[in-house]
């Protein structure tokens, strides 16, 4: 269910000065199924000056942070006989990628950057100033899809601006715990529960017990 869209980078025209598609008309939307290889329909070679495409990736899975680079080719004719011809990749100047015949994009898993306070009691017997780079949360699931209520998805430790770092991938209901804590400090079992939709963005902040 992923899908890429086709556009006609330049005007695509053919030898006899025909013109198959306007500048930035889209041509086609493509969407994979995850088990055969999508392929466009057969597109127009074009002439030199008049036979760029471009693809861009317009919707992703949820959970994984879509990649909308445009990316451009184009047809090179060989020969009389040669009826489909591989795409020719090109770079934003209209320089040839290294005769490469394949493109890889990759999605990443959408990141959820967790806000809070966390606040350590101070003391007058020590300095509890940096103690915060001790104190270890786990994420953990409460009612999500496919995982158990309880199951450890992820494990930060508590950044300089008070944040915390996550990798998720599924909206559901999660709540932070305490994994560790400075030897001196005493280890709190509260739980912190939050809510995390899948957003698209690549990252996505959520604040905690009200900040």
């Not at 392929?39 to 127009?44: K, R, Y």
């Not at 009389?80 to 898993?109: A, F, H, M, R, Y």
């Amino acid at each position: 269910n992923v899908q890429f869209e086709i556009k006609a980078h330049t005007a695509i025209k053919g030898a006899e000065g025909t013109t198959y598609y306007r500048a930035g008309k889209t041509i086609e939307t493509l969407t994979t199924d995850g088990t055969n290889i999508t392929v466009s329909s057969l597109l127009p070679i074009g002439t030199d000056g008049y036979n760029v495409y471009s693809i861009r990736e317009v919707k992703t899975e949820d959970g994984y942070v879509l990649d909308d680079t445009v990316r451009y080719f184009r047809f090179d004719y060989v020969d009389d006989e040669t009826e489909v011809l591989s795409p020719t990749w090109l770079d934003e100047n209209g320089n040839v990628i290294d005769k490469q015949e394949v493109i890889t994009i990759e999605n990443e898993k959408q990141s959820a950057l967790v806000l809070t306070a966390k606040e350590i009691e101070n003391s007058e017997m020590s300095d509890n100033t940096n103690a915060y780079k001790d104190v270890v949360f786990g994420c953990f699931a409460e009612v999500v899809d496919g995982l158990e209520q309880g199951a450890l998805v992820g494990i930060s430790k508590v950044n300089d601006d008070s944040s915390i770092d996550f990798n998720l991938s599924q909206s559901g209901e999660y709540y932070l715990s305490e994994l560790d804590t400075e030897n001196h400090l005493v280890l709190s079992d509260e739980k912190y529960p939050f809510t995390y939709v899948y957003t698209g963005d690549v990252v996505h902040e959520i604040v905690v017990n009200n900040g």
